[in-house]
Structure formats: C-alpha cells, structure tokens
C-alpha cells in the first residue's frame, strides 16, 4: 500500500498561497513609480505637441502594471486571478473604443 504524502504548504493549481515578497522588491517597485511619477512630471514641462497626452498615458500604464502585479500580488496569484484581471482590463479597452469610436463619428459630417 503506497502513503500519499500531501503538502498542504503548496498547491500546484491553486498558486503558493504562501508566498512572501522579499522587502527588495517592494523598494525597488516603490523607487520605479516613485521615477515614473517624475518621468510623469518631467514630460509634462516638455511641449510635444499631441504626443504629450499619449507618454503620460503611457508611464501611467507601466505603474499601473507594477502597482496591479506586485502590490496587489496577481504576479503569485492562480490564474483564475490572472484571468479575471485580463478579462477587466479587456472589458476596460473595450468602453474605450467604443466611446472613441463615437468621438470620432460626430465630425463625420462636417468635414
């Protein structure tokens, strides 16, 4: 008769619901929106015209990212997690074009 030997530490389908975050990484994710905020600022003094709009749209993105994964721990989470976070953000860029997609369809006409 063989023994099972179950580790109720690590769950292979469900993610390591014990998994400790070294305070490094912290720091360092704390220092990395700390530079993308004065990346923020900084290019809000510089004028470029219509790309100003879309690089601050686009840091805002990245510390989103690092603030969604480690601070919020999806980067350990079960992929379930994962999913339900990708089906957010999918469901968020959808309302997005639709709405612009509107936007742009109300000068149509007048051109």
Known sequence: ?????????????????EHIVSPKVYIVIFLALLLGTALTIGASFVDLHEWNPIIALAIAVVKATLVVLFFMHVKYSPKLTK???????????VLVGMTLSDYISRAWGRW
């Not at 008769?1 to 993610?15: Q, R, Y």
Request: net charge negative; hydrophobic share 45%; aromatic share 8%.
């Open 1 to 17: 008769m063989s023994e099972h030997i179950v580790d109720h530490n690590v769950d292979k389908d469900h993610g390591d619901p």
């Open 83 to 93: 999913l339900a976070v990708g089906a957010g953000i999918f469901m968020f860029l």
